[in-house]
């Protein structure tokens, strides 16, 4: 069974730039997380989504940060216009219930803004 | 917001031998689960225990959980240079589907 998977694994930007990560979930996943691990910490989520709603979205910083998942597959977070604060690892995840159980991760876009 | 803090954060201990991290927490939760990170396999979970469980195993690990003090353990036994790794406890609580990550424990394990 393929894992989630995400790309780029790794993006260079200058500050002010745009930025987008893309995520594929497990088949079947219907719940898709996004979440930010700056270094040396844990994941903090950004966004839930449950098929193609999002249904915790009170972390995602709104005036810079958005995220898609239209048809309840795959996902794209944006960030328009990055700064030096956003470099980070940004972490996609799926579960196959909304019950706080299991997460699958996939390996993370790893953000430098310079 | 909730979220679980490891205890210690850094541990260097020889192959062959146990290590234990623990993890604490604030509110009352559904569940606490580990995972382990390492720059091979990105975050894996290891092992889910709910708030009705004391103990659990698999395989090498063993989980406790302790809600009279928030409070959880991880142990490895016979640990393996495989295992280096960092170490999260994250807790879904009540109310909330969301995982609170704490800061992680790295674990060396010296061949």
């Known amino acids: 069974e393929a894992g989630v998977v995400q790309s780029p694994r790794y993006k260079i930007i200058e500050k002010k730039q745009p930025v987008a990560f893309w995520c594929n979930p497990i088949?079947?996943?219907?719940?898709l997380y996004w979440y930010r691990q700056n270094l040396g910490q844990g994941p903090e989520l950004l966004i839930r989504?449950?098929?193609?709603?999002?249904?915790?979205d009170s972390q995602l910083p709104k005036d810079r940060f958005s995220a898609e998942r239209l048809k309840g597959v795959d996902s794209t977070l944006k960030i328009q216009p990055a700064e030096l604060g956003d470099s980070a690892v940004y972490l996609c995840?799926?579960?196959?219930?909304?019950?706080?159980?299991?997460?699958?991760f996939g390996p993370g876009t790893r953000l430098t803004v310079l | 917001s909730q979220q679980g803090e490891e205890d210690p954060q850094a541990l260097s201990i020889q192959e062959g031998e146990n290590a234990t991290m623990n993890c604490s927490y604030k509110?009352?939760?559904?569940?606490l689960q580990w995972y382990r990170q390492n720059s091979g396999r990105g975050l894996v979970h290891l092992i889910l225990?709910?708030?009705?469980?004391r103990e659990k195993h698999s395989g090498r690990l063993r989980v406790t959980l302790d809600t009279s003090k928030k409070s959880s353990s991880l142990l490895i036994t016979a640990s393996r240079a495989a295992d280096t790794a960092s170490y999260f406890c994250?807790?879904?609580?009540?109310?909330?589907?969301?995982?609170?990550f704490g800061k992680g424990n790295q674990v060396v394990v010296i061949p």
């Open positions: 995840a799926s579960s196959s219930d909304p019950g706080g159980n299991e997460q699958f």
């Open positions: 088949s079947g996943h219907n719940t």
């Open positions: 989504y449950e098929n193609e709603e999002a249904v915790d």
């Open positions: 509110t009352s939760i559904n569940n």
């Open positions: 225990i709910r708030s009705n469980e």
């Open positions: 994250a807790t879904a609580y009540y109310g909330n589907n969301r995982l609170a």
